[in-house]
């Protein structure tokens, strides 16, 4: 492929590779700039990428490790050649390496730029269609960002002065609650609340009812504790949802909603649930791509300082810009949600569903397993486990409802009961509890 003189300046490409043979210590100073995908040669490519393995595997770098090295990595015979006659023709010093990648770098966004431009040409032309571009432009803008951006490190001091903040702020919280209230006051003893840039995985079987303890936690934060969150459907409308929150805080049965069958009383009582409909909530059904969720949280916390985003569920997520399979789209969502964790600062809750088990059995952290990287990527992993849900023959309260804390990365592990009333898909109450009472590696 021919590339723009505008776009790409082969002279200088050589200048760096060369620089970094002849004295490989200037790559302290171009390290975090020196990728090889910022090269436009193809030939510069392929010796960019052994150097840059050579410098991570700390191997020394000259001309005949390069050559010896690039032979083991099966470049191209034009490539050998060209590396041992042209690569340092003319490099004494690597003093202006800094400048010279700075030039590369800043030539690589502007063919990335001009790539974007093409596209968009061809959706006007209708080549392209406009939601494949917009569903696959955030990752191809991200792969570029590392280039032109370089992470910044943290001083000691700096990372000193953050904890000793972020403990006063702990000191001065009731009740050792350091995050968003979880609604369940025993939930919050193990967690000490969903705390920020973490990612919890509240995970169950079909059926067990994890929308409903969703909007449990949800009422709990956005009606009664006033927080700003934000929740993602994609399984039910928002309308939906909206019902069942009526319920479970009208104490109407749903099935009565559902069918238009309330008296005029529970009718009165719901219509003036009035805290309900000025709670701080967004809700979102509309679009299920892994874009769409990011790019709306960054709307939500800007427009509407979220503090809170649920996400139901995660095996519903579409991720359109990865083509592996099914598991390995999997780890990149749940990799994702933890970056938005991160990048917004919030606590991010997303639901994920288990396999059926018809024996029943108390869920295990070896069932997230099998679904790409989720127990990884995750802070926190609890699973909702109703022991009587396959042979209960009748609708009244479930009373030893679990709630097991599974993976905890910052605290302790536990297990507590619960109440269900299926009638109004309620969960309320805690009777029995025991923290780190069970061990995540052999009862999970």
Known sequence: MIIDKHFANTETERMVLGAIVMDSKCLFD????????????HKHKEIAQVLFEMNNANK???????SQALRKSQASIETVMYAGMDLTHGVIFGDNAG????????????????????????????????????????????????????SKGKTSKQVYDAAIEQMEAMQNRPGGLVGVDTGFAKLNDITAGWKKQELIILAARPGMGKTAMMLKMAIQAAVHRKNSIGVFSLEMSSEMLMNRVLSMESGTHQ???LRGQMSALEFTEIKSLTHIREARIQFDDGNSSLSHIRNKARVWKVKNGVELIFVDYLQLIRNTGNKGNREQQVSEISATLKSIAKELDIPVVALAQLSRDASGSRPQLTHL?????????????????????????????????????????????GLFEINFDPQLTKFYGNESYQTNGISPSTDF
């Open 30 to 41: 171009i390290g975090e700039l020196f990728t090889p995908q910022i090269f436009s040669d």
């Open 60 to 66: 020394p770098i000259d001309s005949l490790t390069l």
């Open 99 to 150: 400048a010279w990648i700075q030039e590369v770098v800043e030539l690589f966004v502007k063919r990335k730029l001009h790539e974007e431009t093409i596209r968009l040409d061809h959706v006007i032309q209708g080549k392209i269609d406009a939601f494949d571009l917009i569903a696959d432009y955030e990752k191809r803008i991200a792969d570029i960002l590392p280039s032109v951006i370089p």
């Open 255 to 257: 099935e009565k909603i």
């Open 369 to 413: 397993r099998e679904s790409g990287s989720i127990e990884q990527d995750a802070d926190m992993v609890i699973f909702i486990h109703r022991p009587n849900y396959y042979s209960m023959a009748t609708n009244g309260i479930e009373n030893d409802v679990e709630l097991i804390v599974a993976k905890h990365r910052n605290g302790a592990t």
